[in-house]
């Protein structure tokens, strides 16, 4: 028995749900961003140039992404942008772990800082999930 199909309209049933809960975590992320760089200024790799710069433009689509999600017309694009910027930002989710980056006021726990990798590809599914055209209604009851 392939349990996919019930799988997909249990999904679909919680699209809209989904959908918002993606919403508001990226805007408070984006946000956050803005409000305390600093510890999103210390995981960007050394690599990289202009550190501050790239937190707040990555802030700034974060936002951008969450809001355009609840706006019909956008909701596809907004979906593919934060594909694009989960993919963007995992190296310095990479950084972290590797270097096991400390950061002030949050506890110190390396764990978790490698557990956030595959988290970082649920995002990317989440988020490419979120690109697909709506159900039909009548498919999903």
């Known amino acids: 028995m392939n349990s996919t ?9 919680y699209k809209f ?3 918002v809960l993606m919403s508001a975590f990226v ?10 760089p600093a ?8 690599y990289l140039p202009a ?7 990555s802030g700034f689509f974060e936002i951008l992404g969450g809001i355009g999600l609840l706006i019909p017309p956008f909701r596809r694009a907004a979906a593919w ?3 694009a910027l989960f993919i963007a930002v995992f190296p310095a989710n990479i950084n972290m ?16 800082y490698w557990l956030r990798l595959p988290f970082q590809a649920v995002l990317i599914a989440w988020a490419w999930w979120l690109s697909r055209p709506e159900p039909n209604p009548a498919a999903i009851t």
């Open 51 to 57: 550190h501050a710069l790239l937190v707040y433009v």
């Open 27 to 36: 805007i408070v992320a984006g946000t956050l961003h803005f409000l305390i």
């Open 81 to 83: 942008g934060l594909v």
């Open 5 to 13: 199909p019930s799988l997909r309209k249990a999904l679909d049933r």
């Open 39 to 46: 510890p999103f200024i210390k995981i960007v790799p050394d």
């Open 97 to 112: 772990a590797v270097n096991d980056i400390v950061l002030d006021g949050i506890p110190h726990i390396p764990l978790l």
């Open 17 to 19: 749900l989904l959908r």
